[in-house]
């Protein structure tokens, strides 16, 4: 029941919206597909939060959602924007990767 309930909230704090968490990346698709298989498998995040986008230049992003990730052609992974709160209260009712607290 506690689960249900905390998907539920999941949901509210996302203010409904399908893909929350944005991954951007410049040129690399594989290991933009591989950075939102982390999230997936070791966090157990829903697929459908997450989306994938290719852009020119991680620098050129304006758009802000809960959390904008960036993959440059360097293979550099810029952090844009992130929602502390959502990370904290939303983002809690999945697991955290093996090893970690």
């Not at 959602?65 to 502390?84: A, H, R």
Request: charged fraction near 30%; glycine fraction near 2%.
């Amino acid at each position: 029941m506690r689960f249900a309930i905390s998907f539920v909230v999941l949901f509210i704090a996302i203010d409904l919206r399908a893909d929350p968490i944005h991954i951007y990346y410049e040129s690399d698709s594989n290991f933009a597909h591989e950075i939102k298989n982390i999230f997936t498998r070791e966090y157990s995040l829903p697929e459908e939060i997450i989306s994938l986008k290719k852009i020119n230049f991680c620098k050129e992003i304006r758009e802000k959602s809960k959390l904008d990730i960036c993959l440059n052609e360097n293979g550099d992974l810029q952090v844009v924007s992130v929602d502390q709160r959502f990370i904290s209260e939303s983002l809690k009712v999945f697991k955290a990767p093996k090893g970690h607290l």
